[in-house]
């Protein structure tokens, strides 16, 4: 309450005051705006702001501590990345960047470490590490996978539980939403990769507001607006229903599949003096299909196949903030689902191989939070909580090759404790110090493993720059693929830690680098082979795993990025590192994800025609090194296998893309339209996907990504 609020826009300046909840409202021309939000007695806060016409531009903020009053000193946080190895991502900058398609993951590449692992799909490579050790959140509750299409650009085109064709969140639905790539707070556990971190946005409070989009992708439908009159409630739906046929028929090349998927996300807020209450949830369904070409218009082994895939997703849950003088209690509780089914089959009798697989499986995912946040005295916050989670997975397999059948129906359920507890230290006026510890207490087969993992960071911060040392020991579930057939294993663990510097050189710049080193341990692997999960991605899972293998990354980071102002933005990140593995009695070897360096070069102007008129270009460069893979071996009878006397001994070429956006938009009294153009690989570059031995070619082929995808918008905001 009374918190000073400017909004900052040449030539003009508005200002307000929030209320006794912390709420203010600022009725503006439609136009971008500097926010800046201060208190006697905490760190204030600034940012970008971009409102249009038709529709309200909501932002949560949260003010921190500080010890100095303001009049003395006074310290500016950036909301894009605050602090080592964590990346906010706001709605506004997710709309921009090119070829985002309104997905959170795909608009966290343009930022240092993080690879999106294949053109056709989502999953992020993070620091060198698998996709496979990501976890989600959403609204603070740990969930399932939520994208569609989990088997797209995966080379067994089975699907993975950490990615997947596009997000069934869209961001125009999201507020809060980041990427933790490092040592990240006691709160957060369960993981050896990185966080995705999602939080729904609030409906408007005041009006009701529509958004309606059709694309080339399909349609795209939003409402938001009070509940019963009353700016105390609030609901916020979202529905797509797409299809990449239009594209297929301009000659955009999917491997000739048939691709469709829609969803529907929403979330109803109910706000009280000292509450406020979420329901919310996402649920979609996708599927592809791909049939058998005639033999003689069979070009490759995929030719010969037809394949059907299909899945329906879901997460629904609450959660209930109340807050007290000193204290806040935060509850909360959902459930998530993910049923999958593929099944393909061949009339090619090839010598050696699968003639039909039939796979199906049901994931289920139930967690409930309680935490704590107290003030213990002007300089000491502590936190603490815990969080249940009880996890069951059912699969069935049935394979039929030429040398028999191989049938698997197995079940697994597993339950996880993670209680945790967390103090934040006010040190000095410059000096802040966090110390948690988190424990992670797992049931499988009724065999039970504890783990204590300590956390503690440390920040110095001036005016302009900033330090920080942060470090971390967390624990991860096995995947529960993993675990049906191996069931002795333990966790997996990672010790992270993180050195980033952080500088303010000119008016609206910002200039961070990152040391970082990640240690991987008990990572399950065959005894005596390289065989190793620390590469594991979208491979079948052997059997006899044990805790064997170790891993190590280390990398340097640089980020240099200006924020949106005077009508332009720029983002430079660049990034080196080292990622290696062994199983135990065996030397090191470069991992599968160990691509060396990634570089990704951002930026986009405005040009405004009066007030109510702008054009927009957007433009990323990416550069990646290229992924490792095993090579193929070719004896003289044409029998091909992997060479595993040198695993991901080979590596694919290097990556380089192109991608822009253009867009046009138009303000008139209550609503905006625009126009928009995304074309990911403008210049049509061949990347390299993965190799494999196509057995009616009977050679090694080595399949490239995607070409040039071209997505024309049109939208509506009112």
């Keep these: 309450?009374?918190?000073s609020v400017q909004l900052l826009a040449k030539p003009d300046l508005f200002t307000s005051v929030t209320d006794s909840a912390g709420r203010f409202s600022i009725y503006v021309?439609?136009?971008?705006?500097?926010?800046?939000?201060?208190?006697?007695?905490?760190?204030?806060?600034?940012?970008e702001l971009l409102v249009i016409a038709g529709k309200s531009a909501n932002v949560s903020i949260v003010l921190l501590e500080s010890i100095t009053s303001l009049d003395t000193l006074e310290v500016i946080s950036n909301s894009y990345l605050t602090g080592g190895g964590i990346i906010h991502m706001p709605l506004e900058r997710a709309l921009r960047l090119p070829a985002s398609y309104f997905d959170p993951m795909r608009a966290m590449i343009s930022y240092p470490g993080v690879v999106q692992a294949n053109d056709q799909a989502n999953s992020l490579i993070i620091r060198g590490a698998s996709p496979a050790g990501m976890l989600w959140r959403l609204n603070g509750l740990d969930i399932l996978n939520p994208n569609h299409l989990s088997n797209a650009g995966t080379l067994s085109d089975k699907p993975i539980s950490s990615g997947g064709g596009v997000n069934m969140l869209s961001a125009q639905v999201l507020d809060r939403t980041q990427l933790i790539t490092s040592a990240a707070p006691a709160s957060y556990g369960n993981y050896t990769s990185g966080v995705m971190d999602l939080h729904f946005r609030e409906g408007n409070h005041d009006?009701?507001?529509?958004?309606?989009q059709a694309s080339l992708l399909g349609l795209d439908l939003a409402a938001e607006g009070p509940i019963a009159d009353s700016r105390q409630h609030s609901y916020l739906v979202n529905y797509?229903?797409?299809?990449?046929?239009?594209?297929?028929?301009?000659?955009?090349?999917?491997?000739?599949?048939?691709?469709?998927?829609?969803d529907i996300s929403f979330q109803l807020s109910f706000t009280n003096k000292r509450s406020q209450t979420h329901i919310f949830g996402v649920g979609g369904k996708s599927k592809n299909k791909f049939e058998a070409k005639p033999i003689q218009e069979r070009e490759v082994e995929k030719d010969a196949f037809d394949v059907k895939y299909q899945s329906t997703g879901a997460s629904a849950g609450i959660t209930h903030l109340y807050q007290g003088q000193r204290s806040t209690l935060k509850i909360g509780a959902t459930y998530s689902v993910k049923d999958q089914t593929r099944h393909s089959e061949t009339d090619f009798l090839f010598t050696q191989g699968t003639l039909s697989d039939q796979y199906s499986s049901i994931e289920q995912l139930m967690s409930g939070m309680i935490q704590v946040q107290t003030r213990l005295a002007k300089v000491i916050h502590l936190s603490y909580g815990a969080m249940a989670s009880w996890h069951q997975l059912d699969l069935q397999n049935d394979v039929i090759q030429v040398a028999g059948s191989i049938n698997l129906k197995e079940n697994i359920r597993i339950w996880l404790l993670q209680p945790w507890v967390s103090s934040d230290f006010l040190l000095s006026d410059h000096l802040t110090m966090e110390l948690g510890l988190r424990g992670h207490q797992s049931n499988a087969h009724g065999i039970h493993h504890s783990r204590l993992d300590p956390r503690i960071k440390v920040n110095y911060h001036s005016r302009k720059a900033t330090w920080e040392w942060s470090s971390a020991m967390n624990s991860q579930l096995q995947p529960l693929s993993v675990v049906v057939s191996n069931a002795n294993l333990k966790p997996s663990r990672t010790w992270q830690t993180n050195l980033s510097y952080s500088q303010v050189f000119?008016?609206?710049?910002r200039l961070i680098h990152q040391l970082y080193y990640h240690k991987l341990m008990d990572v399950p692997a065959v005894s005596g082979t390289p065989t190793s999960l620390i590469n594991f991605f979208d491979e079948s899972v052997p059997t006899g795993l044990t805790n064997s293998s170790y891993g190590n990354v280390l990398g340097w980071e640089s980020l240099a990025e200006k924020r949106f102002q005077n009508q332009r933005y720029a983002i430079a990140s660049f990034s080196v590192y080292d990622s290696r593995y062994r199983v135990e009695g065996l030397p090191w070897r470069a991992s599968r994800f160990h691509g060396i360096y990634t570089f990704s070069l951002n930026g986009g102007k405005e040009w405004k025609r009066k007030k109510e008129k702008s054009f927009g270009i957007h433009l990323r460069v990416l550069a990646v090194g290229g992924q490792r893979t095993t090579p193929i071996l070719v004896d003289a009878t044409g029998i091909p296998s992997f060479d595993l006397t040198n695993p991901f001994g080979q590596s694919l070429g290097d990556y380089l893309r192109l991608d822009s956006r253009f867009v046009w938009s138009k303000n008139k009294n209550g609503?905006?339209?625009?126009?928009?153009l995304d074309i990911q690989n403008t210049l049509g570059i061949e990347n390299d996907g993965f190799q494999y031995f196509d057995r009616l070619q009977q050679k090694v082929i080595r399949q490239k990504q995607l070409g040039i995808i071209p997505v024309l918008v049109y939208r509506v905001d009112f």
């Design 1 to 3: 309450m009374g918190a």
């Design 240 to 262: 797509r229903y797409s299809t990449i046929g239009l594209l297929s028929q301009m000659g955009v090349n999917f491997g000739d599949e048939q691709i469709d998927f829609q």
């Design 671 to 676: 609503y905006t339209r625009s126009i928009s």
């Design 506 to 509: 000119k008016k609206n710049w």
């Design 29 to 47: 021309p439609a136009q971008r705006y500097d926010l800046k939000i201060s208190f006697v007695g905490f760190q204030s806060v600034e940012q």
């Design 207 to 212: 009006n009701h507001e529509y958004t309606a």
